[in-house]
């Protein structure tokens, strides 16, 4: 049974960088999609990339062109390089996979195996 477990998370000032790990265990993440989802307090869960078993690449509209995942299969880890953090960006992050094939289209919205979120908070 796959099991995904978050790291990275932390306090950042506006305009810094924080580097988020998921790491598998369990199993070997070659053939699992993986999608990074956060939620907020009082806020909607909201997608925030997820990259395919094919390394095919999706980023919600908020963080395109600051965020940027990666997989390493070798080290059974993605990651998500978060870059010019914004307060807007505070959320408990956490990471997904899921074999289903066009999973990456809707990941954050059916969501069956998950971790136990890291916080990131972006404040000055």
């Known amino acids: 049974q796959l099991q995904l477990a978050e790291s990275g998370g932390g306090l950042v000032q506006p305009g810094g960088s924080l580097r988020l790990s998921c790491v598998a265990s369990?199993?070997?993440?070659?053939?699992?999609?993986i999608g990074w989802f956060r939620q907020a307090p009082g806020k909607e869960r909201e997608g925030v990339s997820c990259i395919t078993s094919d390394s095919i690449i999706r980023y919600g509209v908020s963080v395109r062109g600051r965020f940027n995942i990666s997989r390493d299969n070798a080290e059974n880890t993605v990651y998500l390089q978060m870059n010019s953090l914004k307060p807007e960006d505070t959320a408990t992050y956490f990471c997904?996979?899921?074999?289903?094939?066009?999973?990456?289209?809707?990941?954050?919205?059916?969501?069956?195996?998950w971790g136990q979120g890291t916080p990131v908070t972006v404040s000055s």
């Open positions: 369990g199993d070997t993440l070659n053939s699992y999609h």
């Open positions: 997904a996979a899921d074999r289903r094939p066009t999973w990456c289209e809707y990941y954050y919205r059916s969501l069956e195996i």
